[in-house]
């Protein structure tokens, strides 16, 4: 009798702890929407990534990146390499939370739910009250030690033409736009190292730069160590979504972007804490919405 009722519990417990990460299985009529037991999150080399553990900390301050350092994230935290593979787990099922740009399609299934109470948007990013943000900034080694045309250019980043590009482009605008002067040096040519996530609107930005200046040409590499480029001199200024923070470099922030949490449409989950995030991707807790 005993054997038999260890081997009842063993495939017991083996049957629970198969179910699937991202389990697409509905819960009860009562239960349906109002907890999320598991966390979708990007590959940890995604930038995205990166902004989302670095700035997601509990009530102690210790930040998900910092936890990951000595263990590894809950275990039932799925990571996926695309953040349309992301959304569509999401998609699927009640149960799921997870983080993408906040310029990403997100298609019917999908929605964007408050952190900390405040809504995920551009004005909101603007006006500083949603923290969930990650910086584009352009990277160079001393202000001083800039050619006049990469000066000009950083001027011409402030300006009200380039803050309407990087509104359009669906980014934040960082401070008040500037007037802007012509440049009127000798200089033609400029060289701008970018990461391919930063490549598309600092283009966009140079062809703006390119037109208001006739004669002058931006040449744009992209490159995913901008900083070790910048450095050694290969280009003045480096365009990128992930500096460190080096101190041997500067940096000027010029536009920002929003990390979104997105949870299946018709879950009840419509605002989640930084602490309750923590406490799902770190200790597996599961968000109890209602």
């Given at each position: 009798m005993k054997k038999r009722l260890f081997s009842v519990v063993y495939a017991t417990v083996m049957l629970c702890t198969a179910i699937p990460v991202c389990s697409c299985a509905q819960n009860s009529e009562d239960e349906e929407g109002k907890v999320i037991r598991y966390g979708c999150a990007l590959s940890s080399a995604t930038e995205t990534c990166q902004t989302f553990e670095t700035i997601v900390?509990?009530?102690?301050?210790?930040?998900?990146?910092?936890?990951?350092?000595?263990?590894?994230?809950?275990?039932?935290?799925?990571?996926?390499?695309?953040?349309?593979?992301?959304?569509?787990?999401?998609?699927?099922?009640?149960?799921?939370?997870?983080?993408?740009?906040?310029?990403?399609?997100?298609?019917?299934?999908?929605?964007?739910?408050?952190v900390n109470n405040v809504t995920p948007s551009v004005d909101n990013i603007e006006n500083g009250t949603y923290a969930l943000v990650r910086p584009l900034e352009l990277i160079y080694t001393a202000y001083d030690t800039l050619t006049p045309l990469a000066k000009n250019f950083l001027s011409f980043i402030g300006c009200d033409e380039t803050h309407a590009i990087i509104k359009n482009e669906g980014y934040a605008r960082v401070g008040e736009s500037l007037a802007y002067t012509a440049y009127r040096g000798m200089e033609t040519v400029l060289r701008i190292s970018a990461t391919d996530y930063s490549y598309p609107l600092i283009r966009n930005i140079s062809n703006a730069f390119e037109e208001k200046n006739r004669g002058v040409e931006v040449i744009i590499e992209r490159d995913e160590n901008t900083e070790e480029t910048v450095r050694g001199g290969a280009a003045e200024l480096g365009a990128t979504d992930g500096w460190d923070g080096a101190e041997e470099l500067c940096a000027t922030r010029y536009a920002e972007d929003g990390v979104c949490v997105v949870v299946k449409k018709e879950s009840k989950c419509k605002n989640v804490t930084f602490e309750q995030l923590y406490r799902l991707y770190v200790e597996g807790l599961p968000i109890e919405t209602i």
């Open positions: 900390k509990n009530s102690d301050g210790t930040s998900i990146a910092e936890k990951r350092k000595s263990s590894p994230l809950a275990p039932y935290v799925t990571e996926y390499g695309t953040e349309k593979e992301l959304i569509t787990a999401v998609g699927q099922s009640f149960e799921v939370v997870g983080y993408v740009s906040l310029r990403m399609p997100l298609g019917e299934n999908v929605n964007m739910t408050t």
